[in-house]
């Protein structure tokens, strides 16, 4: 906390969304396992010699968007884990597009070893399974590129409920339910309809990339290759 306070909150506000800049707290896991309170983290970033904006940006993460996914799980508990869950407009999106046909489908092996086409998603899988984390903002790509390589929405929610769970320390937490919801259109508007996503928000590989040096990240992810974390199973693919 010390270092997130000192050394990267000053430039929280435009280097969050950054996954080629160490730009992010990485506190989520000691919130999630209680060795911090997000009352001692607000209180440190208020009185902390940062931008009013950097102080605002990170609360409203911290405190809103947080409390936001624990009420989903308290007022949800038999559909914060699936796509019941999601809102009314989403369903009949859904409903219209399940029978679209995906382009290619790869198997969960292959999304687990980041063995797709796409580098910028294997390398967000990289940097999940070596260290246990992945930024925000490649996360929002990775939930909605399964959308499209799986044969339905509840395989898609499956696979990436499995693999977070399974990889993040943060796994299993109300924050990450939320976030793979918002990949379906939770707490999100309609967007522009098109196949498979229906009026789902659509992202793209290429638009992503050009909002920070992705070639940076995806070779900053290669270097974990050696990481004695590493299971054997991996190794050998």
């Known amino acids: 906390m010390k270092n997130f306070v000192e050394k990267i909150l000053p430039d929280y506000e435009t280097s969050r969304n950054k996954p080629d800049v160490d730009g992010s707290s990485r506190l989520s ?12 983290i607000a209180f440190a970033v208020r009185e902390a010699d940062a931008p009013k904006a950097a102080k605002e940006a990170y609360l409203e993460e911290l405190i809103v968007r947080r409390e936001l996914s624990y009420n989903l799980t308290r007022h949800n508990p038999k559909k914060y884990d ?12 859904m409903r219209e597009h399940i029978d679209d046909e995906r382009p290619e489908i790869f198997s969960l092996e292959e999304l687990e070893f980041g063995k797709t086409y796409d580098e ?12 246990g984390e992945m930024h925000n903002y490649v996360r929002m790509l990775w939930g909605k590129l399964v959308i499209q390589w ?9 696979i990436l409920e499995h693999l977070n769970n399974k990889y993040c320390l943060d796994g ?8 793979i919801l918002w990949c379906f259109g939770k707490y999100d508007r309609p967007w522009m309809e098109r196949p498979i996503f229906g009026k789902m928000r ?9 909002k920070f040096d992705s070639k940076k990240y ?5 270097t ?3 990481n004695p974390r590493l299971p054997e199973t991996i190794k050998n693919n």
């Open 150 to 158: 799986t044969r339905n929405y509840e395989e898609a929610f499956a």
């Open 224 to 226: 974990l290759k050696e």
């Open 120 to 131: 910028l998603w294997n390398a967000s899988q990289r940097e999940m399974v070596l260290t």
């Open 29 to 40: 896991s000691y919130l999630h396992f209680g060795f911090l309170s997000p009352l001692e």
């Open 202 to 210: 659509y992202m793209t590989t290429a638009s992503t990339g050009k």
């Open 82 to 93: 699936s796509i019941e869950a999601l809102p009314d407009w989403v369903q009949k999106t």
């Open 218 to 222: 995806i070779e900053w992810t290669k």
């Open 172 to 179: 299993r937490n109300p924050n990450s339910y939320a976030g």
